[in-house]
Nanobody
Framework: EVQLQASGGGLVQAGGSLRLSCTASGITLSNYTMGWFRQAPGKEREFVASISRGGSTTSYSDSVKGRFTISRDNAKNTVYLQMNSLRPEDTAVYYC?????????WGQGTLVTVSS
């Protein structure tokens, strides 16, 4: 069974930082492009960041570029999202995603709440 366990969410004041982690079991993470997505209340899930299998290529949404950093440790089967300069509009449930062609897996989500 494939599981993506996301953690690290919580309540933080605007301007603060959080680091999310997503650890996989049942798959070898190095075979997958990894991504983070988020879903705010009443809104659709949106792309946040992605990282290639080897970690050499990253991509970010315009709303987080320069504030968030995605990274991965394939030896630990884990992907991270370092979030700095958080804003109230970053409040959402954050989901990690593993994608490899026709195989696509989602984690259970971790809640990030940024207070003003």
């Amino acid at each position: 069974e494939v599981q993506l366990q996301a953690s690290g969410g919580g309540l933080v004041q605007a301007g603060g930082s959080l680091r999310l982690s997503c650890t996989a079991s049942g798959i070898t993470l190095s075979n997958y492009t990894m991504g983070w997505f988020r879903q705010a209340p009443g809104k659709e899930r949106e792309f946040v960041a992605s990282i290639s299998r080897g970690g050499s290529t990253t991509s970010y949404s315009d709303s987080v570029k320069g504030r968030f950093t995605i990274s991965r440790d394939n030896a630990k089967n884990t992907v991270y999202l370092q979030m700095n300069s958080l804003r109230p509009e970053d409040t959402a449930v954050y989901y990690c995603n593993a994608n490899r062609g026709g195989a696509n897996y989602w984690g259970q989500g971790t809640l990030v709440t940024v207070s003003s």
